[in-house]
């Protein structure tokens, strides 16, 4: 069997035994993929499940001008469109890149139900992933309907402080990334957050943010 599979939350709370035994019961498969290989496009059919076990993926939304907005990145072993796998418009939300070279599991929908009965705990954590996501892209909406730049850095950074709860930020993405995950160029995003530091709001290095005013932090979205 697969171990990396013992890390997905899918299978949260399995052995290797268990799992192993599992897959022995349902019909699966494996499928590489190249780095910058277009996956799947928005509109297309979920009619499977897809389990990312190597590589990393990108969903991107394009608007009508051409504009590319990613949208969430996936790294091993999280579950691909979970939650549009079921329902009456079970489509791809978005385009799914290829960043890296890498491989996905997949298993047909009605190969996948009946993983869902055989164990009752796969099900739970299904249920777990599909409310996440829900409010995963109910901040995403969120995120979305923020106009300005400033906005969009504040609610960024006031929604780390809450899971950390103190004034010092650890960061893992670069202003490239962030730029790509705000919809905005990089020189844009970079000549913002230098203001915003002239303002003595922040101070903003590659690794960390330190909180220096969190009221006018607060304050920057209307709190």
Do not use: C
């Not at 489509?91 to 996948?112: H, M, Q, R, S, Y």
């Not at 993405?173 to 905005?184: D, H, M, R, S």
């Amino acid at each position: 069997m697969y171990p990396i599979l013992l890390n997905s939350p899918l299978f949260r709370g399995l052995t290797l035994e268990e799992l192993t035994h599992l897959f022995s019961l349902v019909k699966h498969q494996i499928r590489h993929f190249r780095s910058g290989e277009l996956l799947a496009q928005a509109g297309d059919p979920v009619d499977k499940a897809i389990l990312l076990m190597e590589g990393r993926l990108q969903g991107e939304m394009v608007d009508f001008a051409g504009n590319s907005l990613k949208i969430e990145e996936l790294d091993p072993p999280q579950m691909v469109a979970a939650a549009f796998l079921y329902g009456p418009k079970n489509k791809f939300p978005v385009f799914l890149n290829a960043k890296t070279d890498g491989k996905i599991l997949i298993i047909l929908k009605k190969e996948f139900t009946d993983m869902l009965s055989l164990e009752s705990r796969v099900m739970v954590n299904y249920i777990n992933i599909v409310s996440g996501k829900a409010q995963f892209l109910s901040g995403k909406i969120t995120f979305l309907s923020l106009r300005t730049i400033k906005e969009k850095i504040a609610y960024y950074i006031l929604q780390m402080v809450k899971s950390g709860g103190n004034n010092y930020v650890a960061i893992d993405q670069t202003q490239t990334n962030l730029a790509e995950l705000f919809g905005v160029t990089r020189p844009s995003l970079s000549r913002t957050i230098q203001e915003m530091e002239k303002q003595d709001i922040f101070t903003w290095s590659r690794d960390n943010i330190v909180i220096k005013d969190l009221k006018k932090l607060n304050s920057i979205l209307g709190r």
